[in-house]
Every structure is written in C-alpha cells, then in structure tokens.
C-alpha cells in the first residue's frame, strides 16, 4: 500500500516456474494466505474456552478476536514499504516463520496478558501474508495464467473464514484450546524453508525509502480506535457509553487527519491516490459491502444454530463448511470465465445470486432439519467466487502498473475492515432485534391470558416450570425472526453490490501478472 518500488512494464527477471515446481510454491502460497485468514475467525467460537481456562471473563475473551484483528489491521498496509525495503521473497518468509513462534507461543500461554500479547504478534506477521502470498502467486505463474493464480489465491481466501468455526470447534470440543494454535505451527515452519528456497530467485533489488512515521502512528490511532469501539460497542451499550463515544472521537480525528497527511505526503505509508481511477474506488465500495455480508453470514449463522437451535459448536461448523465446498470446485471456473467475459457482469451476477441465496434462507423456520438448513448453504459456494475472483482483476486493472502494490495492500485492508465492521453490526442487530420480537410476541402469545392464568393456578414448582416453558418459546421464535430479519438485510446488501458494480469502467488494461508480482 505504500509507494513500493516498482518495475517498468518491461519487467526482465526470472523465468515464471513451470511444471511441479510450480505447484508446490503455488501450493506453499495458497496454504500460507490460508493459515492467515483461518485465525481471524478460527478463535471466534473458542474465545469462551480460552477465556476461561485462563480465569478470564467472557467479555476479556473477545480482546483475543481483537489483539489479532487490530495488529492484522495494521500490518496489511505496510506491507508495500517493507517489501520494497527488505524484498517481498524475505518479508513473506520471515512473517511466516513469525507466524508460527507467536502461534506456538499463544498456545503456551499461562494467562490472558500472554496470549494477547502473542496474538499481537500473530496479527502482526499475518498481515503481510495476506498481500505477499497474492503478489508472489502472481510473479511465479506465467503472465497468461494470472487469472488462475488469482482463483487459487481468492479460493484459499473464501474457504478459510468458512473452516475456522468448524476446526476451533472441533479442536476445542475434542481436544484443547491451545491445539487451536499448535497445529499452525509445523506447517508455517515449512512455508518458510520451502518459500525462501524455492523463490528468493524471485526477489527485486532493495530500495531504500524514507519511513511515514507520523502516517503509520496515525494509521495506528484510527484503526485501534476504531476495533476497539466495534468490538466493544454492544457490550458497553454503544454511544450511550463514554468509552465509546471517545473511541469514536478518537477514530473520527484519527481518520480524517491520516486522509490529510497521506494525500499530501510525499512518501505515503498507504497510497491513497490509487481511489482516484473510478474504476478501483468502484470495486473497493463493491467488495466492502460484498465480503462484509458474506463475513456477516458466517457469524450470523452459527449464532443461530447454537443459541436458537441447539447445535454443539462442531456440528454448527459443519453446517457452516458446506459454502465453501463449491466454492473450492468453481474458484478455477470462474477465473477462466474472468479472462474470457467483462468482470463486471460476472461479478454482478456472484453478487445477484448470493443476494437470491440469501433470501432463499429467510424463510427459516425453528422445525428445519440438517439439509433443509445445509442446500443452500452449499449452493451459496458457487457465488463467492464469481465475484471475488473477476473483482481482484478488475480493481487491479483500473490502476497504473505502477500502483498495483498499493492497490493490492489496499484490497487487502479493505476487506479485514469490512469483516470488523460486519462482524460487530451483525451480533449487535441479531440481540437488539431478538429483544424486541420476545417484547412484540410476549405481547400477543397468550392475549387472552388463559395460559396466564393456568399458570397461576398451579403449584410453585410447576407453575414455575410453565412461566419458563412459555418464555423459552418465546425466546426461540424471537431469535428466529432476528435471524431471519438479517437475512433479508443482508440480501439486500448484496443486491446492492450487484448493481453497484455498474459504477466501475470497463478495466483501462489487462492484469500483468509481472507487474503486481511488485
């Protein structure tokens, strides 16, 4: 996202990998994108576990979401200046191997402070990872199978947030917590061998550029602010609380002065003068209301099948797996079906369809089985890459070739933003639209009062077991027509999004896989 050196359209390096060479380091590329995406949604259904075995609150619990989110956060836009700095190659082979001493590391964790330090940490070396493993796919694939990389990228991106619930789950609900973190461990040691060996061939000469200390300490400011407020808002109540009125101050100034101080700074740490090419703002405005309802969807929906309906946490991780099965199967259909037709319809029909999907799931009801829940969640699968896959194409080639580092750092940003963003709205709406169904059904569930007054009637003990029989009831059809109440709003958004791609141009050229390899 910073101004990182870049090479002329005339890009003269190494040869493209070929034949099972290239396999193993796209392989190597794609799993390590993956591991960095899998922890921003693998402690989600742990937090409670972890929290507790360590003497915390439920509430301290969600500053592990946090610690990792923010340092990502943070991270992601840096990554254009250090790897300019110190070479994409060595930044993406030293965050890997960073990635999993901190994973080993929060797994030995004693207490709370520890873990979140570690996942400070953690968050801190994913962040490059979700850049550098894009930008290095594209630089190792020959220029006409660049689209192909990009599916093999925007597949291990959108199976990730699906698989986190299911395997923290299971972890937890078989194992142990801090396994939850261990098993990253052998893996993101041997991304890093096999990363350095295979492609430091693929490194760039070093430039050396002055640091945007002010703009860094600003991103800092705004963005913590910002999670933080997100993250706690609906417990503190939101703005009738004085914590988060200031958070919110504090992200507002912060914001606005970072907008100021990187627009007129000469070496900016994020470059924000690529969102003057329409083509790219379009794109971003589309894939922050996109990705952020489907992010919304995969916390929604385990919400609801373990609080209303009573799935273990493993069995509402399975449920939510079945929309990434094909998307794995379509993610190399829809980057071939992105070379051959104008993004823009592609994505406006992923968008259109998983909007319909949506829809379709509205209709729940408290009597659903486990397939009746699961078809269209499996169907879902074929829109996240019709659209996320073309989308990359198409943002990427509405800027210069100079720019694609700094565009491709802020896809990157962009998207861990809308999954803040969407995350906090989603829990927040689902217990506020609960309460106030349970208001209107207690209202006309027994308007007669019969039920009432049977209850009355009956001994204390009985008549005890009947007031919570009927409230139960009541409870479970209210977060019923909460669930449901969301699913019709997020359809909506991704309605939105589908006619919102209209707004971009047709991209000015094509995706040189050269070029954003910089």
């Given at each position: 996202?910073?101004?990182?050196?870049?090479?002329?359209?005339?890009?003269?390096?190494?040869?493209?990998?070929?034949?099972?060479?290239?396999?193993?380091?796209?392989?190597?590329?794609?799993?390590?994108?993956?591991?960095?995406?899998?922890?921003?949604?693998?402690?989600?259904?742990?937090?409670?576990?972890?929290?507790?075995?360590?003497?915390?609150?439920?509430?301290?619990?969600?500053?592990?979401?946090?610690?990792?989110?923010?340092?990502?956060?943070?991270?992601?836009?840096?990554?254009?200046?250090?790897?300019?700095?110190?070479?994409?190659?060595?930044?993406?082979?030293?965050?890997?191997?960073?990635?999993?001493?901190?994973?080993?590391?929060?797994?030995?964790?004693?207490?709370?402070?520890?873990?979140?330090?570690?996942?400070?940490?953690?968050?801190?070396?994913?962040?490059?990872?979700?850049?550098?493993?894009?930008?290095?796919?594209?630089?190792?694939?020959?220029?006409?199978?660049?689209?192909?990389?990009?599916?093999?990228?925007?597949?291990?991106?959108?199976?990730?947030?699906?698989?986190?619930?299911?395997?923290?789950?299971?972890?937890?609900?078989?194992?142990?917590?801090?396994?939850?973190?261990?098993?990253?461990?052998?893996?993101?040691?041997?991304?890093?061998?096999?990363?350095?060996?295979?492609?430091?061939?693929?490194?760039?000469?070093?430039?050396?550029?002055?640091?945007?200390?002010?703009?860094?300490?600003?991103?800092?400011?705004?963005?913590?602010?910002?999670?933080?407020?997100?993250?706690?808002?609906?417990?503190?109540?939101?703005?009738?609380?004085?914590?988060?009125?200031?958070?919110?101050?504090?992200?507002?100034?912060?914001?606005?002065?970072?907008?100021?101080?990187?627009?007129?700074?000469?070496?900016?740490?994020?470059?924000?003068?690529?969102?003057?090419?329409?083509?790219?703002?379009?794109?971003?405005?589309?894939?922050?209301?996109?990705?952020?309802?489907?992010?919304?969807?995969?916390?929604?929906?385990?919400?609801?099948?373990?609080?209303?309906?009573?799935?273990?946490?493993?069995?509402?991780?399975?449920?939510?797996?079945?929309?990434?099965?094909?998307?794995?199967?379509?993610?190399?259909?829809?980057?071939?079906?992105?070379?051959?037709?104008?993004?823009?319809?592609?994505?406006?029909?992923?968008?259109?369809?998983?909007?319909?999907?949506?829809?379709?799931?509205?209709?729940?009801?408290?009597?659903?089985?486990?397939?009746?829940?699961?078809?269209?969640?499996?169907?879902?699968?074929?829109?996240?890459?019709?659209?996320?896959?073309?989308?990359?194409?198409?943002?990427?080639?509405?800027?210069?070739?100079?720019?694609?580092?700094?565009?491709?750092?802020?896809?990157?940003?962009?998207?861990?933003?809308?999954?803040?963003?969407?995350?906090?709205?989603?829990?927040?709406?689902?217990?506020?639209?609960?309460?106030?169904?349970?208001?209107?059904l207690a209202n006309i569930v027994d308007p007669a009062?019969?039920?009432?007054?049977?209850?009355?009637?009956?001994?204390?003990?009985?008549?005890?077991?009947?007031?919570?029989?009927?409230?139960?009831?009541?409870?479970?059809?209210?977060?019923?027509?909460?669930?449901?109440?969301?699913?019709i709003g997020i359809a909506i958004v991704f309605f939105?999004?589908?006619?919102?791609?209209?707004?971009?141009?047709?991209?000015?050229?094509?995706?040189?896989?050269?070029?954003?390899?910089?």
């Amino acid at each position: 996202m910073s101004n990182a050196p870049t090479a002329p359209t005339s890009h003269a390096g190494p040869t493209p990998l070929q034949g099972a060479m290239l396999w193993v380091g796209a392989i190597v590329l794609a799993l390590a994108n993956f591991i960095a995406v899998l922890n921003m949604t693998i402690a989600n259904v742990t937090e409670a576990n972890m929290a507790g075995a360590l003497g915390a609150g439920s509430s301290q619990g969600t500053w592990i979401i946090t610690a990792y989110a923010v340092a990502e956060a943070i991270t992601v836009p840096l990554t254009g200046w250090l790897s300019g700095r110190f070479g994409a190659v060595r930044v993406f082979s030293l965050s890997v191997a960073m990635f999993g001493v901190a994973s080993w590391l929060c797994g030995l964790s004693g207490s709370l402070g520890m873990l979140l330090v570690m996942r400070v940490f953690q968050g801190m070396a994913g962040g490059p990872l979700l850049a550098l493993s894009q930008t290095l796919l594209l630089r190792i694939f020959p220029k006409e199978k660049a689209m192909q990389a990009m599916g093999l990228w925007a597949m291990t991106t959108l199976l990730a947030p699906v698989v986190g619930p299911v395997l923290g789950g299971w972890i937890c609900d078989n194992w142990s917590w801090p396994w939850v973190y261990y098993i990253n461990v052998p893996m993101a040691l041997a991304f890093a061998a096999i990363a350095w060996g295979l492609l430091k061939r693929y490194e760039d000469p070093l430039v050396k550029q002055p640091v945007d200390k002010i703009g860094f300490l600003l991103l800092v400011i705004w963005v913590g602010a910002l999670q933080i407020m997100l993250d706690e808002g609906k417990d503190l109540d939101w703005f009738a609380s004085h914590e988060i009125i200031v958070l919110a101050i504090v992200a507002v100034i912060g914001f606005f002065a970072f907008l100021i101080w990187e627009l007129t700074e000469e070496h900016p740490i994020v470059d924000l003068r690529v969102f003057r090419h329409r083509g790219f703002a379009a794109s971003m405005f589309v894939l922050a209301l996109a990705f952020g309802a489907f992010f919304g969807l995969n916390v929604l929906t385990p919400l609801w099948l373990q609080y209303n309906l009573g799935y273990t946490t493993t069995w509402a991780g399975l449920v939510v797996a079945w929309g990434g099965l094909l998307s794995v199967v379509f993610s190399p259909i829809a980057a071939n079906l992105a070379n051959r037709f104008d993004p823009r319809w592609l994505i406006f029909i992923g968008c259109f369809w998983l909007g319909g999907d949506t829809l379709w799931r509205a209709v729940a009801n408290t009597d659903m089985d486990y397939w009746t829940i699961v078809i269209p969640m499996f169907f879902m699968g074929l829109g996240m890459p019709m659209y996320y896959v073309p989308i990359t194409g198409l943002a990427m080639g509405s800027v210069e070739e100079k720019e694609t580092a700094s565009a491709a750092g802020l896809m990157n940003f962009i998207r861990t933003i809308s999954g803040a963003f969407a995350t906090s709205l989603v829990t927040t709406f689902w217990q506020d639209k609960s309460y106030i169904a349970h208001d209107q059904l207690a209202n006309i569930v027994d308007p007669a009062q019969i039920a009432s007054a049977l209850i009355a009637m009956a001994p204390t003990i009985p008549g005890q077991m009947g007031r919570e029989a009927l409230n139960m009831a009541v409870t479970g059809q209210s977060l019923m027509l909460a669930t449901n109440d969301l699913m019709i709003g997020i359809a909506i958004v991704f309605f939105i999004s589908a006619f919102a791609i209209a707004l971009a141009p047709k991209a000015a050229r094509a995706v040189d896989a050269a070029a954003i390899g910089h």
